[in-house]
């Protein structure tokens, strides 16, 4: 009999890759908590057809796929999570700028959202609890950036997600929890119809002719891996044994400047590359890359999808959906 992973988030970018490697495994039963307040249905629909898999709304149905559309803060999640084995918790209030304009509610997701999931995890016995997290809890730092540093978050975002990496140490050390706590890159890829992060942006303005702009000299570096990388990263987490309690950066270990990004998109687009360079922003971190190093000897973890290769696929797939 498959096992079950609740994924929250499940039609959001990270959730839809995840979605679509799970199905390509067939090892796993899936259940989507999704409010669609950004998640896109009809890419999970099309997702679902390449595989072949039909899906339900209703949770007693015996299908491969459940759909249901709940809010990660609801007080009534009972029925789907007693039917979990494990939750990939993905569903946030994502990004530094929104967290600046309202930090009450990046709290309110992020951090009341991650408690309300945890609880119910301990209440039915939520075999692995895996947590997304990013680079921002640890703000500024001399990269490469690894699991030792300490945390020191610029912006509301990163300190609502240290909280929920807390909580997650904390509900492992208190209950007995098997929560992981997975601190992503800068993620870029396939399905990601919506992101405001940088590749996204990048590709739907270029596609449309507009300008791409960069935010201070360009020279500010990121650690960008693929989707379909994570994707594996994450089942792995779910995976491995007796890695409680860990937290685990995850990356590709090559640091690349925004200036250099735009080098690589302008060999793969067809349209001439209007740059326009803006003021800075606060709370944006000017370096960043990670070390994968323990990802790589506790979970096996190799990244298979270097730039190049994955900006010609994001932009591949961002040209047939115009």
Known sequence: MKETILITGGAGFVGLNLLDFLLKLNKYKVIILDNLSS???????????????????????????????????????DDIIKKSDYVVHLAAQTGVIPSIENPFKDAD???????????????????????????????????????EKIPSPLSPYGASKLAGEGYCKAFYGSFGLETVVLRFSNVYGIYS???????????????????????????????????????????????????????????????????????????????????????????????????IEKAKKILGFNPEIDLKKGLRLTYDWFKEKN
């Open 193 to 291: 119809y919506h992101k405001g992060s940088v590749v996204a942006e990048f590709y739907r303005r270029i596609i449309k002719g507009e300008p791409i702009f960069i935010y201070g000299d360009g020279e500010q570096t990121r650690d960008f891996i693929y989707a379909g990388d994570l994707s594996r990263a994450i089942v792995k987490a779910i995976e491995k044994r007796q890695i409680g309690g860990e937290i685990f950066q995850l990356g590709t270990g090559v640091e690349t400047s925004v200036n250099k990004l735009v080098e690589y998109i302008r060999d793969i687009v067809e349209n001439e590359i209007r740059v326009e360079y803006k003021p800075e922003r606060k709370g944006e971190i000017r370096r960043n890359y990670t070390s």
């Open 39 to 77: 998640g896109n249905l009809s890419l999970f629909k099309e997702i679902l057809e390449k595989h072949g898999v039909i899906y339900s709304e209703n949770l007693s149905d015996d299908v491969s796929v459940i759909f249901c559309k709940r809010d990660i803060r609801d007080k009534n999640l």
């Open 109 to 147: 997701v992020n951090v009341l959202g991650t408690l309300n999931l945890l609880n119910y995890s301990v209440k039915y016995g939520i075999k692995r609890f895996v947590f997304s997290s990013s680079a921002a809890p640890l703000g500024e730092q001399t990269p490469p950036l690894n699991e």
